[in-house]
């Protein structure tokens, strides 16, 4: 092998070790057998000088493999910029591109849901993530110190702000803002949906962040009955079948009666007959609700549910730990991409 080929595969090793993450696996490229095979084809006199040249480039690869990996230990190459929308490693800068990505499970989810309400004829508004003692608490007709409010399990900041703990943080909000509506004859009808924090020990069937949707709906003449059927309607159409609902009293400051929904969980959903699964609370909106958003409770009456999201997508898609949606693992995901 003439002496300039020996140069040129020297080049090419070594460019080749400057780009390796695993600089070692140079050491074994096929190129050393071709030199060295090719030594039974030369002449005597040729022989000497072409197993030099190939000894030194042999070090030549040696010497740049131990400095590339010195380089790769001490962390002199560029960190990956994880929060960067484009490739920063690379020398020519792109956009990563976006069908590597896909949707939240939940997020599709909720819009599925949001979509149902909205169709039935009912707005939607987003929770809050921060809020205050009076949305979460007084206004929910929770009295001052009253043992119910331990129940929501509920954090706070110094400053005194609370993440919510439901989405009936938003209900007073609803009612003053739908006041107008029902003055002119109308109804409020409102569902508020997103994310609500609860200071829980986490297993597969708690989280300290998960998400809900509540509905709020008021006229002069609503009823629990309405309400039931509202319900009825939203679980059929999620599950795209026919249901058995049922109730039992629970107890909530905020509504009066209070009930617990619960739906019979279907045979396609691996569910056996007389299998209850308990899926919101409910209830008509207690008169102290009303007249803390200025609605007079004699002349209007309505009902609200809320619940979680999760436990809805779990049962539809039999999934069985609360943790995967939080937990950002791409295989959870990508079952649902
Ligand atoms: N906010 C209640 C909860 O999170 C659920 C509920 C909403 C009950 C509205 C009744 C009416 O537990």
Redesign the pocket.
Known sequence: MPSHDIDAVRQQLLKRVEASETPRDVLRAPEFKDLYSAIGTLSPEEKGPYGKAVNELKQAVEAAVEARTMQLESGDVIALDVTAPWDVNSSRPAFLPTNEGSQHPLTKEMDTVVNIFTRMGFDAVESRQIDDDFHMFGSLNFPENHPARDG?DTFRTEEGFIPP????TMQNRILQEGKAKLEAGGQIAAISYGR?FRNEDVDATHEHTFH?V?GVFVSKDATLGDMLGTLRSFFEVYYGQSLRIKTQPAY?P??EP?LEFQIEKPAALNGKPGEWLEM????MIHPNVLTAAGIDPTVYRGF????GIERLVMLKYGIEDLRHFESAKLNFMRKFA
């Open positions: 929501y703990a439901h989405t009936s609500v809900q509540e909530f905020f509504v209070g919101l609370g409910c209830g609200a549910w809320g619940g």
